[in-house]
């Protein structure tokens, strides 16, 4: 299944590297892929929609094998805690800072916080299936973040962590 809604040259042709893979990417692959591409904000133009009231998955493509969104945050707007449920995930900022936080899991299967980590434009990050992490835009009131993700395969049903659970199971979104 393909579902393309519409890019320009740079955006094209990142899809139509990533159209060729009949097998899931791993990390580094996925990652020099973006990377070669170049993606700028500017090529991401018709992808960037923000929503006021929580951060936004703009769909840009999507095949079997690999799927590629645009996401907007306002200062602010934060994903739930979350892993990515058996795929790959490259992201790449395109414009403001991106901010992280990773968990670990205690022995009793808890989570705790790890990390912070920031994010700046231009900058590549892969998380692994495994990796449960919180992404968002932690930043002063006029501080917009856009970041390109690409899965691989397709992000279906990641698990969702909610805090206000002592002991924490998986939510499938
Ligand atoms: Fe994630």
Redesign the pocket.
Known sequence: MQNELGTDDTMSKLCSALRCYSRPLGAEQLKAIVGDACIQLHDAGRYIQFDDTQYARNPVMSTSQVEVLVLCWRPGQI?PI?D?AGST?VVQVLTGTANEITYTRTAKGLLIPLETRSYPTRALIA?NDTDT?Q?GNINPADSDLVTLHCYSPPLVQMHRFPLSQTVLRPLLS
């Open positions: 994903s979350h990515h995930c998380s992490h992404l």
